[in-house]
């Protein structure tokens, strides 16, 4: 029988059905789930995203639910080709930059063109002198060349300056020289380059001669610098004998991307391959310049770290979505304190063991939005500042905050990666058996951001930058208590130093403010007791790593409490109604307690919050919880996650969870359409069809 | 160029290479790892690993090159002829149990006929009466019928006895009607049906004629029963039109395994169909009778947990092979204390924020082996017992120690299989940027194992068996300290209760009994509070999940703590050179400290440990972990993972980790043979074909 005539086209999930649910859920709480979205992304955002979604879910291409039954190699070609209809809308639609990345984060699949658009064309734009920008950016706006970004290599990833590929200048021919010395300097991970780009921004160590000798000449290496390179004929679209180039092979995720690796056997390329924006080869007299990189790089970086924390909001609000909504459908056992046990089981979400993996999660998506939203407007605020006749007092101040986001800005990106990669994790498994199913809609989301906790500086690595940015700043104020604070982190680490010999225990469960206090006297305890170890106790550096480690995330912890709850306080939540403020007060009070609770002994032993104190956050915790849980559907709806991006049976805005996770199965999956032969003596695998051996020939 | 006669033919890894420093690595311990492997899994294992290893490797259709190249679709067929061909060898070589669980351990990737070998023919065995048993066993062990096991449905899950099917005993025909009044009630997850199978056992309400009215007749419920049902026609291998089965579609792993949905439409089954050996219908009066379930079906729960935790120490153990391999071999900047920074690099696992992360889990596996260990030896030691005719008084005190093993166990299985399933990311986070791709061997391990924690009995769901069971036990000791102790669980308690008024500040650091005090004294402070706090105050149960999940994690961490100490003060490990024997008793130390620090407020709370102890613990396991550094790669040498098991570049035995790289992408990876167009204006996708619309037409 065909899916569409048999029986279970008359089945309807025993009541109350999820829809039923969901609607008495929403019903259940007066949040207005549209205007805390508004407050949250605001109009413009939500504008944007109605009038894209509109456009892509029309396209054929862009249709995902076949997506996870292809081959890998099938994946690239359907990231290529949604990549073409991408740029093709983009030229029809006259998409500014961020409609075009709206549709990406709709579609929801990277696409292979995807490191073209990012990192090579910022390459191009910040690397090039005026010549060469006028010369290349028409050609990388046109897509009439794609180029990509090749930086790491086999052996090498963080640490830039031991990379092996080398860029030998010849004076004779007036060519650079790319050459792979070892396999290890083979480029890897490099997206774009593996079957798509025609070009590539290459760093390779620029190797100039020394001094001259009778038979041969001396080289030295001035450190890793960018040239751009043909890699693949415009015509054949294949790499000259002197490359090897190609993809690498499977990766836990981005099935679509091209991650390349490449080699060079004595490549030459022409001295205006060098870009030349910060350092200079005069072609005549092979005088070598190099200029310092302007201070705007800290903005650039900030706002990248911004760009990842307004991220990994999203990537978890995707993962909460579902399992508050899910969850809240899904019934499991009578409570075991109901004597009567009857009527509907109850809600997975009301069980206390459920809520302390989700609702904190919730918690967290808040928490990551402030910080994110605080530092892209220091961003902005710098920006125009630099350009403009502003205030000259809070410009300085503007500026010196910005000196430290980009020392500590490492901390919260290692923390906000880790927050959302392990939330989605939570997630999934408080869904129980379904948690691990394609209905989740949360597979592909959850193998792609697996890479963020290693990419763009390793999580743990980069932590030592923020020890690094403390100790200093301790070790300035440490023994003049009168100097300025020239920001708000010098002012705890001051206020810290000035009083350290006695224990605040503030009493966080009374007023809010005090929570940011102990958040802060926690972080500066730690700093102080680094600085201690490293510079008086001398102590070896990497045996402090692992503190380390725990004062960046403090530093970041404290970090996120108080943006939350500098954003309470605002004009913007005060002017929201009574429900919507109390919600997000709860929001954030759960948010600095969970913290709290799990961090105790820190909070404990620093002085910043007394044992007693800290027993009764446990309890708290969960009286919040209680508060937070009739309003968490609603507050998920707030985050406006189109049904379209999450493709999820599981947390579908409508609730209809069992006819869509039957569905899937039934009327959508392949498999279903073979009929197997089972019988083990006979080789065939597709009944009636003698296919012995196919599927031996595709290993 | 064709890839083997490219250059990059000549090219070798940067010295020094992996392969020169592994060697070092193992020149550096004096460690047999020969010997550690065979005192860990016994010679039988080692042998018959061999063995089968010899036949697997040899099969064309084992070969793993190409698994993650293939479609969903492909990887069920591929699931399919791989079954096949392991049952045609077990018949040729004449393999046991033992040897064909080994090979399917080896191949390494589900089969469809799984659940068929497992929890079909398990229910067969235990459930029939005798005259069933002697009709199926015979088709069921040559595989002339292939069979499923369907308990949990769409809608329920842990809660059995909400399942919905129902089977209605009809007096007139004799026969059951098997039915599903909602789609919620449609059988879901159970594998091996969805594509597979011809017969099931199927778990439905047996509904029972209570009265007879004048025109229709009222049924009760009788609870869930099995009943055995050909799902599929022996030739045609379709379901009949009363049956709808089907697979479920893709999920996180298990790609090759067909996990079904299957709905009912008053489906007739006879009256043989019962499974009866504890429940029996008399055909003849319709009278219903039911046996209460042997208590050796205890002994089978514990079997089973021991499987998992002995599972989870080996799945951990493969994890932990490929980071210690690699990131000794990975080399990252110099020390930032090394003034010179000349030489090679450090090695990764030199860093500290690197040891923290990967020894303790390589602890972690031995802590699960012994407890695995000693779960299993228990439960073979109360099966001899109950046959012979044994010592009366240790077969009471095993007993009982089962009976207790049965109510905590549930903790072990949710701890064992959440540290294995975090380790795994623990570890592959830890190899940073290589840690995401296709040569960590880790991707389908991990998308696999990520079912452990939710499938039988949620990780969190479960560990309220273990509260209940330890409040019961206080209950029982909290006011007459005199009742005997029938278990050392029993025994911790009233150790605790006698003395709960102090606070025993063990000194952990000074001895190791020390350590399996102090485990024990934080869980009975658990268990107490737990006890007073649901049977003094009364406490809704709901609000104290979240202390009762606590209280399970104490207690399986006593239980691993507890067994890691008594196996290393064994006979067995006595006779163990000094090397081993020293690296073991670091491991402990290493396993047990790693773990207080985690939980230390706990600890402290409870007066187990002071703060002061506490406060050194964190420096004795960096000091710790220096010490089983050298010996690091020859602990992991010692789990004996073949490299054909690993299928692992990065975690290689001999450490050629970046040739085997290159060559997975440059030689095997099949995208690579294809050249695309990469202009966006022109829709065809592979270069000169003229394929517009090919890869659309897929979706």
């Not at 086209?9 to 979205?37: F, M, N, V």
Request: aromatic share 8%; net charge neutral.
């Amino acid at each position: 029988m065909a899916p569409h005539t048999d029986f279970a086209h008359k089945l309807r999930p025993a009541p109350p059905d999820g829809a039923t649910i969901i609607k008495c859920e929403r019903l259940g709480s007066d949040l207005d789930a549209d205007q805390l979205g508004q407050y949250l992304h605001g109009k413009t955002y939500i504008d944007r995203q109605q009038r894209i979604l509109d456009i892509v879910k029309r396209e054929k291409l862009f249709d995902k639910t076949q997506q996870t039954n292809l081959s890998r190699p099938d994946r690239y070609k359907l990231g290529l080709a949604r990549g073409k209809r991408l740029r093709q809308l983009q030229d029809v639609h006259r998409w500014d930059d961020e409609d075009f990345v709206m549709a990406e984060y709709l579609v929801d699949d990277v696409q292979p063109y995807h490191l073209h658009i990012s990192l090579f064309t910022a390459a191009l734009r910040e690397q090039t002198n005026d010549e060469q920008r006028a010369y290349w950016m028409p050609k990388v706006v046109s897509w009439e060349i794609i180029g990509a970004y090749a930086q790491t290599e086999l052996g090498h990833g963080s640490n830039v300056r031991g990379i092996e590929t080398e860029a030998r200048w010849d004076p004779q021919s007036q060519h650079f020289i790319l050459h792979s010395p070892h396999l290890t300097a083979s480029k890897w991970w490099n997206g774009t380059l593996g079957r798509t780009a025609t070009h590539a921004v290459v760093i390779a160590q620029l190797l100039l001669p020394a001094e001259s000798g009778k038979t041969d000449v001396k080289y030295q290496s001035h450190g890793p610098h960018p040239f751009i390179v043909q890699v693949r004929d415009t015509k054949t679209h294949q790499p000259p004998n002197s490359i090897i180039v190609g993809d690498i092979g499977p990766k836990y995720g981005y099935a679509p991307m091209d991650n390349a690796y490449m080699l060079f056997d004595h490549h030459r390329i022409p001295h205006s391959a060098l870009l030349s924006r910060y350092s200079q080869l005069d072609l005549l007299t092979g005088v070598y310049t190099k200029s310092k990189n302007p201070s705007s790089l800290y903005g650039q970086l900030t706002r990248g770290r911004a760009v990842i924390a307004m991220h990994a909001r999203l990537v978890l609000a995707r993962a909460v979505t579902v399992a508050v909504r899910y969850l809240s459908i899904r019934r499991q056992f009578h409570d075991r304190d109901d004597p009567h046990k009857q009527g509907p089981e109850l809600s997975v979400l009301d069980y206390s063991t459920v809520q302390i993996r989700i609702l904190p999660l919730l918690a967290t998506t808040f928490a990551l939005h402030y910080s994110g939203l605080a530092m892209r407007q220091l961003y902005e605020r710098t920006r125009n500042s630099s350009a403009s006749d502003g205030d000259r007092v809070s410009e300085n101040a503007d500026m010196a905050t910005l000196m430290e986001l980009h020392s500590t800005s490492a901390g919260l990106k290692s923390l906000a990666t880790e927050l959302a990669a392990n939330g989605i994790e939570t997630c999934r498994r408080a869904m129980g058996g379904h948690g691990y199913g394609g209905g989740t809609g949360l597979i592909q989301l959850n193998a792609d951001y697996l890479s963020k906790p290693t990419v763009e500086g390793d999580n743990w690595m980069i932590t030592q930058q923020v020890a690094k940015y403390l100790i200093k700043k301790v070790k300035e104020h440490a023994h003049s208590l009168k100097g300025q604070a020239l920001n708000k982190t010098e002012e705890n680490l001051k206020d810290y130093l000035y009083s350290r010999t006695r224990e605040p225990n503030f009493k966080v469960l009374e007023d809010d403010a005090t929570l940011v206090q102990a958040f802060n006297w926690r972080m500066s305890w730690l700093a102080s007791r680094a600085y201690d170890a490293r510079e008086v106790q001398r102590r070896p550096w990497n045996s402090l790593l692992v503190e380390f480690h725990k004062l960046s995330r403090a530093y970041s912890q404290a970090m996120l409490v108080s943006n939350f709850h500098t954003a309470i306080a605002s004009a913007a939540v005060q002017e929201l109604p009574t429900t919507t403020r109390n919600a997000l007060t709860d929001l954030f009070r759960l948010f600095a307690l969970n913290t709290m609770d799990h961090e105790a002994r820190e909070f404990q032993k620093s002085g910043a919050v007394s044992s007693d104190t800290l027993d009764e956050v446990s309890d708290t915790v969960l009286s919040l919880m209680t508060k937070i849980r009739p309003h968490a559907v609603k507050l998920v709806d707030a985050w406006a996650l189109p049904d379209y991006l999450l493709d999820s049976a599981l947390g579908r805005y409508d609730g209809r969870v069992y006819e869509d996770l039957f569905n899937r199965a039934h009327v959508l999956n392949p498999l279903n359409k073979v009929t197997f032969n089972p019988d083990y003596r006979n080789d065939e695998i597709v009944l009636g069809s003698g296919d012995v051996g196919n599927i031996q020939a595709k290993l």
